[in-house]
């Protein structure tokens, strides 16, 4: 997978052993950046060329930007929604009978409990899956109680849920020591996802970064 940036000739490998830096400290060009990625992700237009197998492919299948990693939401609409399906696909196949069972015990209960008021009431016969996990308020939960255990378990789930390739953080090593952005970098390896790191100030290099520096003079600086 690549990620280029024509204007300046930028060519991102996206590659899971390797982490791309991208720094801008020029401002105005620094939200350019963003205001692009962003745009791109939501499923517009932009300056970036995200490929795979020299095939140009849309950013908003695979991609992900997060401006703040205290806002990521395990369960926001678009997780909740693939996971309920997955878990209601699985229920269709596996637990059939099961189904039907617990849909006749509820409907009974309901029949019974609406003959109890003086209101003329109707109501649906046929419960889906979905509908029993929103009653129960089943969830995600992330694998530790840490804030890295947050990031990567969002990161883990929206790549297994959504199917998303390629993480966008902005200014993410202002979050974290570097032992911590080491075993973020060595988990999303393992779970075979690649990361972008867009940062507006020029950070310290460590072990399994490729930096792409643009200066305020917008000159190019690579580091590797």
Same mark, same amino acid.
């Given at each position: 997978m690549k990620l280029v940036y024509p204007e300046f000739d930028i060519i991102l490998d996206m590659e899971t =052993?390797? #982490? +791309?830096?991208?720094?801008?400290?020029?401002?105005?060009l620094f939200a350019n950046l963003l205001g692009d990625l962003n745009e791109q992700v939501l499923g517009g237009e932009g300056e970036f060329i995200l490929s795979e197998g020299c095939k140009p492919i849309s950013m908003s299948?695979?991609?992900?930007?997060?401006?703040?990693?205290?806002?990521?939401?395990? +369960?926001?609409?678009?997780?909740?929604?693939?996971?309920?399906?997955e878990i209601a696909d699985i229920a269709n196949t596996n637990m059939f009978k099961e189904q039907g069972d617990i849909n006749e015990v509820?409907? =009974?209960?309901?029949?019974?409990?609406?003959q109890l008021v003086p209101y003329n009431l109707?109501?649906?016969? =046929?419960?889906? #899956?979905?509908?029993?996990?929103?009653?129960?308020? #089943?969830?995600?939960?992330p694998y530790g109680s840490g804030f890295l255990d947050r990031i990567l378990s969002y990161i883990k789930i929206m790549h297994q849920l959504a199917g998303i390739k390629?993480?966008?953080?902005?200014n993410l090593k202002q979050y974290f020591e570097e032992k911590d952005l080491s075993e973020l970098y060595k988990e999303c390896a393992y779970e075979h996802v690649n990361?972008?790191?867009?940062?507006?100030?020029?950070?310290?290099?460590?072990?399994?970064?490729n930096h792409w520096i643009i200066d305020k003079d917008l000159c190019i600086i690579r580091d590797e």
């Open positions: =052993d390797k #982490v +791309n830096v991208l720094t801008s400290e020029n401002r105005k299948k695979v991609t992900d930007i997060i401006f703040n990693p205290y806002s990521v939401d395990l +369960n926001d609409r678009k997780i909740q929604t693939r996971l309920y399906k509820l409907t =009974d209960y309901v029949e019974k409990l609406i109707d109501y649906s016969a =046929d419960i889906c #899956v979905s509908d029993l996990l929103k009653l129960y308020g #089943v969830k995600l939960l390629l993480f966008i953080f902005v990361l972008l790191i867009v940062e507006g100030e020029e950070t310290a290099p460590i072990e399994g970064e």
